[in-house]
């Protein structure tokens, strides 16, 4: 699976957009990009992901890039709640094959107040 | 519906001891992965686990071992205890073969003493 660069830390302010990048500049054509996020001693929380479009859930935005060397998470009206470890992972999904998430060190975002 | 169930929450344990974690996945999920969380060297794969069979496996020693059941529920075990096995051991399942995220159980802390 590709490796994935994020920033280390970042800062956003409460009711604010945080929008969190990652590269992914070796990323392969049947790889997905996903997004999840660690709040402190729990379990990673799946946010959302994407192959090529951009998308949209409840939780967040994915924009990819057209080429796909990077994306960026948006959490559109940041709460404090979001203060969280943000992990971008590249995984390869083909139908009934193993698959790991492999993890980085992530983005630890905190929103303040 | 209910999450990904992890028992026990914490446990301490004694060099040289044996342990066995518990999952229970979502309902209808038939893979399985767990994980090791360290302050070192972050959130590491260890195993996954569809159908009963073991498909995957991360880079540990021989004294972790895994099993799934005919209903899909899971357990690990982690012979002869060190130190550096103290850890938050997550489970993650997910349905079978398609591109949805994994959802995870809060974990359990393993302190080894």
Redesign the interface.
């Known amino acids: 699976d590709a490796k994935t660069t994020q920033p280390t830390s970042m800062d956003c302010a409460e009711g604010r957009a945080a929008n969190l990048p990652c590269n992914h500049s070796t990323i392969s054509g049947n790889e997905y990009v996903y997004w999840y996020r660690q709040i402190h001693s729990q379990g990673p929380q799946y946010i959302i992901h994407g192959l090529k479009n951009n998308e949209t859930n409840e939780m967040a935005s994915l924009i990819i890039t057209e080429d796909r060397k990077s994306s960026t998470l948006i959490l559109p009206h940041a709460t404090l709640r979001d203060t969280a470890v943000y992990y971008c992972i590249v995984v390869k999904i083909s139908s009934g094959s193993a698959r790991q998430l492999t993890f980085g060190s992530g983005t630890q975002l905190t929103v303040l107040p | 519906k209910a999450g990904?169930t992890q028992t026990p929450r914490y446990l301490i344990k004694t060099r040289g001891q044996q342990v066995t974690l518990s999952c229970s996945p979502i309902s209808g999920h038939r893979s399985v992965?767990w994980?090791q969380q360290t302050p070192g060297q972050?959130?590491?794969?260890l195993f996954?686990y569809?159908s009963e069979t073991q498909?995957?496996k991360?880079n540990f020693p021989g004294r972790f071992s895994g099993r799934q059941f005919s209903n899909s529920r899971s357990e690990m075990n982690v012979s002869t205890l060190e130190l550096g096995d103290s850890a938050?051991y997550?489970c993650?399942s997910t349905s079978?073969?398609g591109?949805d995220?994994?959802?995870?159980?809060?974990?359990t802390r393993l302190t080894v003493v």
């Open positions: 990904v992965s994980y972050g959130l590491q794969f996954e569809f498909r995957n991360g938050l997550l993650a079978t073969g591109v995220g994994y959802t995870f159980g809060s974990g």
